[in-house]
């Protein structure tokens, strides 16, 4: 039996899966391996532990993997490429193929045809290719330039909308769980901790802003409206400025009306019913035409997908 291994390697979290040429066998979860935020030594622990993990769950030996199939940002660069593949040929024989994170989501999305892919994890990009196989991107030039509606950047403008609205002379409801969050007390030590050096992982902040805009509060759980205004503003924002980045790519190779599959990817889809609504509706409204697809696609079956044909 031919064992297979596919692994998406994102900012946040690794997952990884073994399967045979039907069916998943067994998956694990470790620590982000994005090279340019963990550094090579982290992204290294983090693929073999992965690796480790989820053939051990099946008792498979990582040496009889026949293919597999890794794709993580940052993997466009040769360098990036080069060494992951050194790093996995320490753990495994077989075929080993290094991909972007793109190629794994719009292969999982539309296998070999056409359509538009926007991710939205810990960052943010919109790729699609069309009939002829060229593509296009919009987008994930970076944390601190670009991303738009990412994790980072949701938890970014969260921090920010709560500062505005205490300017107003407000009282947020986002402002204790953020403080509880990472442990602080003030809003000075809040404005301390948002703008230091590195800055803090403004996307832990994701899974607070969803329930404060999403789900309502019973009376007096926290100040302010069962449903936080300033929460759903930062999410209906999101899932704009993702629409926004679709539709450049969507103009760029299709144009109107936009006959196009699109597809979702990423932890801030698959949280927010929000974003995804806005991102629908702002989509829809340029091209009508357009079949933006329910489900949010997993990059990690992309990557399966790749590794099995690579095999044939």
């Excluded at 090579?40 to 099946?58: G, K, M, Q, T």
Aim: hydrophobic share 45%; with cysteine.
């Amino acid at each position: 039996m031919a064992i297979y291994l596919g692994i998406d390697g994102g900012g946040t979290k690794t997952m990884c899966v073994v399967a045979d040429e039907n069916n998943v066998l067994g998956t694990a979860t470790s620590a982000g391996s994005n090279i340019t935020r963990h550094g090579e030594a982290r992204v290294r622990e983090a693929l073999h532990a992965a690796v480790r993990d989820a053939c051990a769950a099946v008792k498979v030996d990582p040496a009889t993997v026949v293919s597999a199939c890794v794709g993580l940002s940052g993997a466009g660069r040769p360098e990036v490429r080069d060494s992951v593949t050194r790093m996995m040929r320490e753990v495994l024989r077989g075929k080993i193929e290094v991909v972007t994170d793109l190629e794994t989501t719009l292969e999982a999305a539309f296998d070999d045809g056409p359509g538009v892919i926007t991710i939205a994890g810990t960052g943010s990009i919109a790729y699609g290719r069309d009939a002829a196989g060229q593509t296009a991107r919009a987008g994930g030039w970076g944390l601190a330039i670009s991303d738009e509606g990412s994790g980072q950047w949701i938890g970014r403008a969260a921090v920010s909308a709560v500062l505005g609205a205490k300017d107003a002379g407000e009282d947020p409801a986002l402002l204790k769980p953020i403080l509880d969050l990472w442990k602080l007390t003030t809003l000075d030590e809040l404005v301390r901790h948002a703008n230091a050096s590195p800055p803090p992982d403004f996307s832990s902040l994701v899974p607070l802003v969803r329930d404060a805009a999403e789900n309502p509060r019973p009376s007096g759980a926290w100040t302010g409206h069962p449903l936080d205004p300033v929460a759903q503003g930062v999410l209906r924002r999101a899932g704009g400025e993702l629409a926004t980045l679709t539709r450049s790519v969507m103009r760029r190779l299709f144009g109107p009306p936009g006959d196009v599959r699109v597809a979702m990817a990423g932890g801030v889809f698959r949280q927010s019913e929000v974003v995804r609504k806005v991102f629908y509706n702002t989509v829809i409204t340029e091209f009508p035409r357009a079949t933006v697809q329910a489900q949010i696609v997993d990059a990690v079956d992309g990557a399966l997908a790749l590794a099995r044909k690579a095999a044939r």
